[in-house]
């Protein structure tokens, strides 16, 4: 199973930015897929995840700005943000939990600068 991520980048205060997850493989049983972010000296947080059933779930901090989709047929998962903050700044992961284990993608940068 592989998870590439796609869309980092610098971006200004106020801006947009989309990214994108593509996952190849054998992955069946697909419960959800999503975004988790690490920025420095923090934990691991999740930001945005999309279930099978077409349920999401957001961080507080991003409820309003971003928003995650899905396409099941394909295996990607994207997520646009809108409204950038600098505190959106961190390593952005792309994750696949399935029933036959949990995937991480080997993360996208993004910067958010004033």
């Known amino acids: 199973v592989q998870l590439v991520e796609s869309g980092g980048g610098l971006v200004q205060a106020g801006g947009s930015r989309r990214l994108s997850c593509a996952a190849s493989?054998?992955?069946?049983?697909?419960?959800?897929m999503g975004w988790y972010r690490q920025a420095p000296g923090k934990q691991r947080e999740l930001v945005a995840q999309i279930t099978s059933g077409g349920n999401t779930n957001y961080a507080d901090s991003v409820k309003g700005r971003f928003t995650i989709s899905r396409d099941a047929a394909k295996n990607t998962v994207d997520l646009q943000m809108n409204s950038l903050k600098p505190e959106d700044t961190a390593v952005y992961y792309c994750?696949?939990?399935?029933?036959?284990?949990?995937?991480w993608g080997q993360g996208t940068q993004v910067t958010v600068s004033l």
């Open positions: 994750n696949v939990d399935s029933y036959w284990g949990n995937y």
């Open positions: 493989g054998s992955i069946f049983s697909i419960n959800a």
